[in-house]
């Protein structure tokens, strides 16, 4: 059975940083794509980076040069360090796992994944 656990959320200021964790187990895919994604109150969620067993990752345009995901293979966790932070990156954060043949998908769309850990929030004050 997948499991999914984020941690690392927190309150901080605009332009300081957080760093996210999710520790995932269950699963023995050799090929597959792990994101981060957010929500916002009474906004969809939104893909944030993306990385797949190969270690090939993608941003959105609003995090890249912030934001850096990262796997900790050894570790089974997933990261992502989050600089500069602002206003408008607060959200609950997700990470999400699926198994994959050709690595991640071009587009974020959750609908690509089955596996969703429960959220850590992220709140960035002005």
């Known amino acids: 059975q997948v499991q999914l656990v984020e941690s690392g959320g927190g309150s901080v200021q605009a332009g300081e940083s957080l760093r996210l964790s999710c520790a995932a187990s269950?699963?023995?895919?050799?090929?597959?794509?792990m994101a981060w994604f957010r929500q916002a109150p009474g906004k969809e969620r939104e893909g944030v980076a993306t990385?797949?067993?190969?270690?090939?990752?993608n941003y959105l345009d609003s995090v890249k040069g912030r934001f850096t995901i990262s796997q900790d293979n050894a570790k089974n966790t997933l990261n992502l360090q989050m600089n500069s932070l602002r206003p408008e990156d607060t959200a609950m954060y997700y990470c999400?796992?699926?198994?994959?043949?050709?690595?991640?998908?071009?587009?974020?769309?959750?609908?690509?994944?089955?596996?969703w850990g429960q959220g850590t929030q992220v709140t960035v004050s002005s």
């Open positions: 269950g699963y023995t895919y050799s090929s597959y794509c």
């Open positions: 999400a796992l699926s198994r994959t043949t050709g690595g991640c998908w071009s587009t974020f769309h959750p609908g690509h994944f089955p596996y």
């Open positions: 990385i797949d067993s190969d270690g090939t990752t």
